[in-house]
């Protein structure tokens, strides 16, 4: 069992930055993929990165590459998102996710999921 808590989220202004990080229980952390995912209004969850357990492999959405940095601390049982030259259209509620399939990250099942973390990126 693994849970998951994100923070960081909050309004920023197009352009800026935010770091995302998702803090969780457990001694099996650094045994899990992890990934961040979110959610828009009216559209459909999307995967926008994800890291292997081991941190030697990453993958991230089209939308957010060159812009988005996922990392992870297994000392620290901490997965980050670094989002840099927000967009307006980044604008949802991003959740963190543990993996334990041996799948491609991309279309693997997540076992747990966190509550969510509201990201609003004004104009």
């Known amino acids: 069992q693994v849970q998951l808590v994100e923070s960081g989220g909050g309004l920023v202004q197009a352009g800026g930055s935010l770091r995302l990080s998702c803090a969780a229980s457990g001694r099996t952390f650094s045994t899990y993929n992890m990934g961040w995912f979110r959610q828009a209004p009216g559209k459909e969850r999307e995967l926008v990165a994800a890291?292997?357990?081991?941190?030697?492999?990453?993958y991230y959405a089209d939308s957010v590459k060159g812009r988005f940095t996922i990392s992870r601390d297994n000392a620290k049982n901490t997965v980050y998102l670094q989002m840099n030259s927000l967009k307006p259209e980044d604008t949802a509620v991003y959740y963190c996710?543990?993996?334990?399939?041996?799948?491609?990250?991309?279309?693997?099942?997540?076992?747990?999921w966190g509550q969510g973390t509201q990201v609003t990126v004004s104009s």
């Open positions: 890291i292997r357990w081991s941190g030697g492999s990453t």
């Open positions: 996710a543990a993996s334990s399939s041996p799948a491609p990250m991309r279309t693997a099942r997540y076992n747990y």
